[in-house]
């Protein structure tokens, strides 16, 4: 098995995290060039997009929460994705929430203003996209958005979901540093949000 990987991409990230807070070892493989996909990777897997995980039998897994979803149910200790029926929903709810609402918004303003994504306003595309500045804006208010609900969210729970950590807070991090890294820092007015990021960004896995 081995595990194709951008390294300081959110998506890479999640995985790795994940990968580590269970205490699971895979191979990984840089499949980037500089700050592109390389050739070699987009033939291998024309989804062009990482992370993938090659299965021994030659099964390609994309979509981050697929490859942790594959790790959860052949070691479910510790579970990262809910413990019951309502919990795996909610982790769920609030996973999805994070990426579509929190990492999409700053993949939004960054693709679509950032000079490395000129002509490359979407990912996983082979073909020229141009970018849209008016996008921008819309992301901006987006992300806004999102911090208001986990700021609600995070007053009296620990976690995202409650008391326990789950894929829900790492994908949350992970959106929350890619915006950081795109000078999108955390709103001085989100008290909760800011005491949850020290606890979670301290935890050993956050390194990896
Ligand atoms: N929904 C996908 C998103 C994957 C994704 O956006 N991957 C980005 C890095 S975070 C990528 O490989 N981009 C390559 C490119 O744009 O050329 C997942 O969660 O795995």
């Known amino acids: 098995m081995k595990l194709y990987q951008f390294a300081a991409t959110p998506s890479c990230r999640k995985v790795r995290m994940f990968l580590e807070e269970k205490g699971i070892v895979v191979p990984t493989i840089d499949a980037n060039d500089g700050m592109a996909l390389a050739d070699w990777y987009c033939e291998l897997y024309p989804h062009r997009m990482t992370p993938m995980l090659e299965l021994d039998d030659g099964t390609q897994l994309g ?60 990912q996983g595309t082979a073909e020229r996209v141009d970018q849209i500045p008016v996008l921008v804006d819309r992301g901006r208010a987006r992300l806004r958005r999102f ?62």
């Not at 019951?84 to 769920?92: F, I, S, Y």
Request: glycine share 6%.
């Open 63 to 122: 979509e981050s929460v697929a490859i942790c979803r594959y790790f959860e149910t052949l070691h479910p200790d510790p579970p990262l994705m809910g413990t019951d029926a309502k919990d795996r929903a909610l982790v769920e709810m609030w996973e999805r929430r994070a990426y579509l609402e929190g990492a999409a918004a700053i993949e939004e303003i960054f693709r679509n203003s950032h000079p490395i994504c000129v002509g490359r306003g979407l």
């Open 147 to 208: 911090y208001d609900k986990l700021e609600r969210q995070l007053d009296g729970n620990r976690h995202v979901v409650g008391e326990r950590f789950s894929i829900a807070d790492i994908t949350t991090l992970v959106s929350i540093d890619f915006g950081r890294w795109c000078q999108l820092d955390i709103p001085a007015a989100c008290i909760n949000v800011q005491r949850w990021y020290s606890d979670v960004a301290a935890r050993p896995s956050a390194a990896a």
